[in-house]
T-cell receptor
């Protein structure tokens, strides 16, 4: 079945550590997105990519980095520069001309 | 003012009740509108798109009022399974400009 797979489901970060969240899709979608959700809040855009080897900053990109070396994969690294990383992270994708977003099941990141 | 604003609720309604949510948006250039449903600590799922003419899907009806810049979602004959957070989403037309509201929490009580 086609879909988006995020891993891990839960992740713990020590202070000063970089951690990477995985996002893989087999929907052949061109565009991929990373969102952050804090309790009681909507989704805020961290980074997005519309094509392989190209990505753009979203509204809250500071402290995060991404890569898009393959169409299927869009990993997000939460760097030590992100001082408040505890949140629910959602990866999404869509066809280039389509509007419907397909979401992964999310990763809950917490700080030890 | 936030780009997309929703009443956070919570809305607590009895089973069988009709409940309505509103969502206002600030940018008149917004082109597409959606309602997503999100269960606790799960991914959002598209409930329905919102068209200018209004649209209905079973017990759910969505309306768009461009003049007043709001969209609405009406749920009739509420079920326990409708308990969730409902997110209003507005797309201004480019890849990045998909803005989410903070959500309205609904609890349907037996």
């Amino acid at each position: 079945d086609g879909g988006i797979t995020q891993s891990p489901k839960y992740l713990f970060r020590k202070e000063g550590q970089n951690v990477t969240l995985s996002c893989e899709q087999n929907l052949n979608h061109d565009a991929m997105y990373w969102y952050r959700q804090d309790p009681g809040q909507g989704l805020r855009l961290i980074y997005y990519s519309q094509i392989v080897n190209d990505f753009q900053k979203g509204d809250i990109a500071e402290g995060y980095s991404v890569s898009r070396e393959k169409k299927e994969s869009f990993p997000l690294t939460v760097t030590s520069a992100q001082k408040n990383p505890t949140a629910f992270y959602l990866c999404a994708s869509k066809r280039g001309t389509g509007e419907k977003l397909f979401f992964g099941s999310g990763t809950q990141l917490s700080v030890l | 003012r936030k780009e997309v604003e929703q009443d956070p609720g919570p809305f607590n309604v009895p089973e069988g009740a009709t409940v309505a949510f509103n969502c206002t948006y600030s940018n008149s250039a917004s082109q597409s509108f959606f309602w997503y449903r999100q269960d606790c600590r799960k991914e959002p799922k598209l409930l329905m798109s919102v068209y200018s003419s209004g649209n209905e899907d079973g017990r759910f009806t969505a309306q768009l009022n461009r003049a007043s810049q709001y969209i609405s979602l009406l749920i009739r004959d509420s079920k326990l399974s409708d308990s969730a957070t409902y997110l209003c989403v507005v797309n201004k037309g480019s890849a990045r400009q998909l803005t989410f509201g903070s959500g309205t929490q609904l609890t349907v009580l037996p």
